[in-house]
């Protein structure tokens, strides 16, 4: 039998889930509490149960989401290069299917959401500073005259551009993206320097 935490936890999960898949395919307006009960199999009572309403559980997918295309490279040991750092979350991007959506989806329902807005701006500085403390450990090692804020105003556009051109089926092929990316954030550090 299973034990009733990890039957919460997991009836949770299902919830977002099915929010996520809902939120990709339909928009965040487009997304409603019956349409999740029915994505998820899951009632009502159980959505209300982890999630106090509808905002609440959009501004969970908002959170789990928004750091998903550099996490997995920010759990590293510090010290990569700012190309492997950009190679990485490009490859991210490209592999977690939905992802480039699902951020698509969730920035054009910040423009009409504050809440979500405020989130997303909270979370992607959070995301952002956290990158500067990488690039800064790497910069101070390798090219103590590089800018890390620079850098990583360069790279997470780089990142986020990427994304929008996949969720857009723009046919942006990987290997060639982060092979010019990769130049603009040599180009981008060369002339970045601390002034």
């Known amino acids: 039998m299973e034990h009733p935490v990890a039957r919460a936890r997991s009836s949770r999960q299902v919830i977002l889930d099915a929010a996520v898949e809902l939120i990709r395919e ?5 997304t409603s509490i019956s349409d999740v009960v029915a994505r998820s199999g899951t009632s009502a009572g159980a959505i209300y149960h982890h999630f106090a ?42 592999e977690d299917e939905g992802l480039a959506e699902l951020l698509l989806q969730l920035w054009a329902g910040a423009q009409s959401d504050p809440k979500l807005y405020a989130l997303l701006s909270v979370e992607g500085r959070a995301m952002r500073t956290l990158v500067v ?30 994304a929008v051109q996949r969720a857009l089926s723009l046919d942006t092929e990987l290997d060639s993206y982060a092979d010019m990316a990769a130049r603009l954030l040599a180009e981008a550090a060369t002339s970045g320097t601390r002034g």
């Not at 403390?133 to 990427?162: C, N, R």
């Open 26 to 30: 339909r928009g965040v307006a487009g």
């Open 53 to 94: 309403n509808k905002e609440e559980l959009i501004l969970e997918v908002g959170r789990t989401t928004i750091a998903r295309p550099l996490g997995m490279i920010l759990d590293t040991t510090m010290g990569l290069e700012p190309a492997a750092i950009l190679r990485s979350a490009l490859g991210r991007v490209a």
């Open 133 to 162: 403390k990488y690039l800064d450990f790497w910069i101070s090692q390798h090219a103590p005259d590089l800018d890390a804020e620079t850098l990583t105003s360069v790279l997470l556009g780089l990142v986020m551009g990427f």
